[in-house]
């Protein structure tokens, strides 16, 4: 690899940036919006253009479709200053839909395309143990999977472009609904005076309990939402679920009510909070005192 370029410097783009450097890739990093953070080993770029020319690969790790289209193909796009042959790696968590879309834009420019997002929050992606989820060529994939490795436990090639955004939004799914009705039974436990944390105590000790609940406890137990994954991304991506399952006329009952729920939370300001605080919405519905 000559270079490396990486796109995306948020809380989740900042670590996993890192790591792809600290093991001896050549990584320019470029952030739409000044940050100032200590990106050493990586080289920061002052502009798109500047990060991107005469890159072998591109990481993405945006917010949204949205970001990508004006990152990739804005007018002053990726696209208009990337090689013939260059492999853009789209880390975001974005629809099935447009990933198939962004592909043959992509290809249209001679430079290949393939989903890898990610299942893991913060801690993970410090700790380079993220699990990647990749759609996508079966050489694109050979081609980066070392790279992907540096900031995961486990690197899945599941299928052809689109599989890898697929397989996130089912994994995003189960995790909102699991943090949903832990959130729905502390909100009773709460009203009807055993509590949560004497809910929490409990759960801990039976075949329920998971990662997920052991990291949300704090946060749970405290009130405190600092997000390591925020409530609004979950809401984007349980609305981009909805997508995906209409496309195959897929009845997704479970997750529609998961989606209200967190279109609820995000209607009482909650969207920049962490996940969790879904549990705050509830206590509302339930008439529970915080």
């Not at 783009?13 to 952030?31: D, F, I, S, W």
């Not at 189960?174 to 009203?191: I, P, R």
Request: one cysteine or more; aromatic letters at 6%.
């Amino acid at each position: 690899m000559n270079k490396i370029a990486w796109i995306g410097l948020g809380q989740m783009g900042v670590p996993m940036a890192r790591n792809l450097a600290k093991h001896g890739y050549p990584v320019t990093v470029y952030n739409r919006t000044p940050k100032s953070v200590d990106m050493t080993p990586c080289q920061v770029a002052d502009s798109l253009h500047m990060a991107v020319d005469h890159a072998d690969v591109v990481f993405l790790m945006l917010s949204d479709g949205a970001a990508v289209e004006h990152v990739v193909f804005g007018e002053s796009g990726a696209i208009h200053a990337l090689s013939q042959g260059a492999l853009i790696v789209n880390m975001s968590t974005v629809g099935v839909d447009e990933t198939k879309q962004f592909a043959l834009r992509a290809a249209e420019h001679q430079v290949e395309w393939m989903d890898a997002p990610v299942s893991g929050s913060v801690g993970p992606a410090e700790a380079g143990t993220l699990v990647v989820l990749a759609g996508g060529s079966e050489s694109a994939f050979h081609r980066v999977k070392p790279l992907l490795a540096t900031m995961a436990k486990s690197v899945h090639h599941l299928g052809p472009v689109g599989s890898g955004a697929a397989m996130k939004l089912l994994v995003n799914g189960m995790l909102a609904a699991t943090v949903a009705a832990a959130s729905e039974c502390m909100a009773l436990a709460e009203k009807s005076g055993l509590g949560r944390e004497r809910f929490l105590d409990v759960l801990s000790e039976t075949g329920m309990w998971s990662p997920i609940l052991a990291g949300k406890r704090p946060l749970w137990l405290d009130d405190e939402y600092h997000p390591s994954f925020a409530l609004k991304h979950m809401t984007k991506d349980l609305a981009l679920l909805s997508r995906f399952a209409v496309q195959y006329s897929a009845a997704l009952p479970g997750m529609t009510t998961a989606l209200t729920t967190y279109l609820g939370a995000q209607a009482q300001d909650l969207g920049d909070a962490d996940m969790a605080a879904v549990f705050q919405h509830l206590c509302a519905l339930a008439g529970a005192e915080l």
